[in-house]
């Protein structure tokens, strides 16, 4: 067989997969598209969803519930804006379908049985963090950031033109509508952070002892996320960062529990020597910059 021969026959499997992906891709876009459409059709009852809490936080303050298009092309990009997050959200059963498909035939059987819960929780910790912010955080935000309005005054007198200048809510409705977008998409991806680090861990990326060994360094980080995140409202931060590190904890039970039964597993195949575990001691050890079990 010559050169020629071989490079054809390599090159063959590639086409075929870029011809897979392409038909999955456009399987994912399609649904996209479709949900997109069927939520702009219905766009105006997702507004009201999403100006639920708004709405009742005006209420509580005794005004009416009204937001404004201040550019006469606003009221179109709020409609788009709705649905593409809400075509995001309902296709996305759809899309990671299409992702499995594609990945799956490259995967033996016990990586299949071990990647697929990963899939599965991906979406239901999303919908979590999402309600989350939606239900909690969002009301938290707005009481706040409603908080500098102030009514205005109008001095009797001669004096009367130094009354007090009134502060009141016109927001536009497409800001809103993004903000609260942000919100429940920003802690949806915070509510990953089992998925990724448990995943992780069955890679033998990460492993509990590692994490646990990095919990100073997680705090910090979660805190700047709960200050970018979050309004600068001492609740609302405290919240998200009690959430977040508790999930941070929540990922290393997993990481730990996931270790131990590749070890069981290693153990009842033979694969398993003492010497394993201190090796990835040791490793670990160097990781975190000490030197490690003194040698005898």
């Known amino acids: ?46 507004f009201d969803f999403l100006t639920a809490p708004l709405c009742r936080e005006l209420a509580d303050r005794g005004q ?20 593409l997050f809400g075509g995001l959200v309902l296709s996305f059963p759809v899309i990671s379908y299409q992702m499995w498909r594609f990945v799956a035939p490259g995967l033996y059987k016990n990586e299949k049985g071990a990647f697929l819960p990963f899939l599965l929780a991906s979406p239901i910790m999303f919908t979590l963090g999402g309600l989350f912010a939606f239900y909690i955080i969002t009301p938290l935000a707005f009481d706040f950031f409603l908080g500098f309005q102030q009514a205005g005054t109008l001095l009797d007198g001669p004096d009367s033109a130094t009354g007090v200048a009134g502060i009141a809510f016109q927001g536009s409705a497409q800001s809103y509508v993004l903000l609260t977008i942000k919100f429940i998409v920003a802690f949806g991806l915070c509510f990953q952070l ?40 001492v609740v609302s931060q405290v919240i998200l960062f009690t959430v977040v590190y ?21 153990r009842a195949e033979g694969l398993w020597f003492e010497d394993d575990e201190e090796t990835d001691d040791v490793a670990e050890a160097d990781n975190n910059g000490t030197s490690g079990p003194p040698k005898t």
């Not at 994912?28 to 219905?42: E, G, H, I, Q």
């Not at 033998?204 to 409202?233: C, E």
């Open 246 to 266: 508790g999930l941070y904890e929540v990922s290393i039970i997993l990481v730990r529990r996931v270790e131990r039964q590749r070890e069981a597993r290693l």
């Open 1 to 46: 067989m010559t050169d020629t021969d071989d490079l054809s026959d390599s090159t063959a499997p590639l086409i075929e997969h870029l011809a897979e992906l392409r038909s999955r891709l456009i399987w994912s876009l399609l649904a996209f598209v479709v949900c997109m459409v069927l939520c702009f059709t219905v766009w105006n009852p997702i």
């Open 194 to 233: 089992p998925v990724l680090l448990t995943l992780m861990g069955k890679a033998g990326l990460v492993s509990a002892t590692g994490l646990a060994g990095t919990r100073k360094y997680a705090m910090v980080g979660i805190l700047v996320v709960a200050a970018i995140a979050t309004p600068p409202d």
């Open 64 to 83: 009416e519930c009204q937001t404004y298009l201040l550019n006469l092309q606003e009221g179109f990009f709020l409609a788009i804006s709705i649905s």
